[in-house]
Nanobody, 118 residues
Framework: VQLQASGGGLVQAGGSLRLSCAAS????????MGWFRQAPGKEREFVAAIRWSSGSSSYADSVKGRFTISRDSIKNTVYLQMNSLKPEDTAVYYCAAKPSYVTLYDSWGQGTLVTVSS
């Protein structure tokens, strides 16, 4: 499994960005795809996840109502639409994949930096 994240950049507080994660190497129909982030000096944390087959999703409390995860089965791409961005959303964002609900995420993209200025 190969994951390629993109779309990061510098944005002002209140702005929006859309991250993309292009997935390849296998069929993802039974996979769970996630976005995580790591801010400077902090541990990596969960942001959002989506079940590829059904599109059902889950979010960290800190981003609920502001971020939306989605997938495009034709393009084999997962997106993270981020609205109403805050300076505390500044982090390197990683996409990840796992083959089932009970396993750990075992495939990771390279990360894309999101910087939100106040």
């Amino acid at each position: 499994v190969q994951l390629q994240a993109s779309g990061g950049g510098l944005v002002q507080a209140g702005g929006s960005l859309r991250l993309s994660c292009a997935a390849s190497g296998r069929t993802f129909s039974n996979y769970f795809m996630g976005w995580f982030r790591q801010a400077p000096g902090k541990e990596r944390e969960f942001v959002a996840a989506i079940r590829w087959s059904s599109g059902s999703s889950s979010y960290a409390d800190s981003v609920k109502g502001r971020f939306t995860i989605s997938r495009d089965s034709i393009k084999n791409t997962v997106y993270l639409q981020m609205n109403s961005l805050k300076p505390e959303d500044t982090a390197v964002y990683y996409c990840a994949a796992k083959p089932s609900y009970v396993t750990l995420y075992d495939s990771w993209g390279q990360g894309t930096l999101v910087t939100v200025s106040s």
